[in-house]
């Protein structure tokens, strides 16, 4: 079983994508096997990737822009630029559709987008 490590957003997406077509394996098959260690991988990337506990929307957003080069400008051109403003201040929320564009875009997963933090 030849199996590389997880070390960009291309192999977490090349592994979402194998792990996605062994799903249902039966255990103690070669296929159980490698989904098992797959998602092992994936879930380790994921926690050092995007920590869940430590991350609102707004940091998860901050922490993509900061790890991948990404501006504010870039933030504009997914959800509108007074909406960019607005969102990274904490004065609107993010929708449904701002979150499926960043995360689409991003690779931040809409698990961190949905979570609820402070608007005011």
Known sequence: MHIKPIKTDADHEAALREIEALWGADEGTAAG??????????????????PLEELDPVEAIEAAMAHD?????????????????????RK???????????????HVPERLLVREYAVG
Do not use: C, F, K
């Not at 096997?33 to 995007?50: I, M, N, S």
């Not at 080069?69 to 201040?89: C, Q």
């Open 92 to 106: 609107r929320a993010l929708t449904l559709p701002m979150i499926r564009r960043i995360s689409q875009a991003w």
């Open 69 to 89: 080069g990404h501006t504010r400008a870039d933030l504009a051109a997914l959800i509108g630029n007074s909406r960019a403003t607005e969102v990274l201040r």
């Open 33 to 50: 096997d490698r989904l098992d260690v797959l998602a092992t991988l994936v879930e380790a990337y994921e926690e050092r990737r995007w």
